[in-house]
């Protein structure tokens, strides 16, 4: 049972172009989201967080956008540059007894083209 | 530290056997966790320590699975009887508070391969 899905396993984008990643969740009592970016060789790194009583976080080109009726979160980056040429993991966790635990999607590949 | 710290990077194993991976989290980090990578799947959680809590071990996918920490500090998650499904990337995290709002720090991993 995939809680938290990320339906598209690729994504290529032009240099100076928007990339936007998308994710599902089935949970309605996930209540914190988080979004991943992975090197190959190296583990994830933390990149944006968005909890559920917001709609939209921005931090400099990335921003995550939230749909709760939809239960759907994107993240958008905005220009891609080809260091944004990575695997992204969105994350989603229901705070319970005191503690976050996030469950991650499969992941999607972004390419970003010069 | 300054990162979260695994060892080894990569281990290859015979079926059957046993292994230990270590993780040496970010000193202060009262959170530690371990997820592991199969390919082409995502992060799946296996256990969550948290201070002197007893540990959330409901992500282990067997009873061949098991973690302790020492400490408070160091982990080490150990797999007996190694299976061929064991292969993956294995992660350690951690993270300041439970979770927060700015996640966790993950390690580079241990990449397993039981052959």
């Known amino acids: 049972d995939q809680q938290v899905k990320q339906n598209s396993p690729s994504l290529s984008v032009q240099e100076g172009r928007i990339s936007i990643l998308n994710c599902d969740y089935t949970?309605?009592?996930?209540?914190?989201f988080l979004w991943y970016k992975k090197y190959p060789a190296e583990g994830p790194t933390f990149l944006i967080s968005?909890?559920?009583?917001?709609d939209k976080n921005e931090d400099g080109r990335f921003t995550v956008f939230l749909n709760k009726s939809a239960k759907h979160l994107s993240l958008h980056i905005v220009p891609s540059q080809p260091g944004d040429s990575a695997v992204y993991f969105c994350?989603?966790?229901?705070?319970?007894?005191?503690?976050?635990?996030?469950?991650f999607g499969t992941g999607t590949r972004l390419k970003v083209l010069a | 530290g300054a990162g979260v710290s695994q060892s080894p990077s990569n281990k290859v194993t015979e079926k059957g056997k046993d292994v230990e991976l270590r993780c040496d989290p970010i000193?202060?980090?009262?959170?530690l966790y371990w997820y592991r990578q199969s390919l082409g799947q995502g992060l799946e959680f296996l256990i969550y320590?948290?201070?002197?809590?007893?540990?959330?071990k409901s992500g282990l996918p067997s009873d061949r699975f098991s973690a302790e920490r020492t400490g408070g500090s160091v982990s080490t998650l150990t797999i007996q009887r190694t299976q061929q499904e064991d292969s993956a990337v294995y992660l350690c995290?951690?993270?300041?508070?439970?979770?927060?709002?700015?996640?966790?720090?993950f390690g580079s991993g241990t990449r397993l391969t039981v052959v």
């Open positions: 968005i909890s559920s009583i917001k």
């Open positions: 994350a989603a966790s229901r705070y319970n007894s005191g503690t976050y635990k996030y469950i």
């Open positions: 995290a951690s993270s300041h508070t439970q979770g927060a709002d700015y996640g966790y720090t």
């Open positions: 320590f948290q201070g002197n809590s007893a540990p959330d």
């Open positions: 000193s202060g980090h009262t959170a």
């Open positions: 949970n309605s009592m996930f209540d914190y």
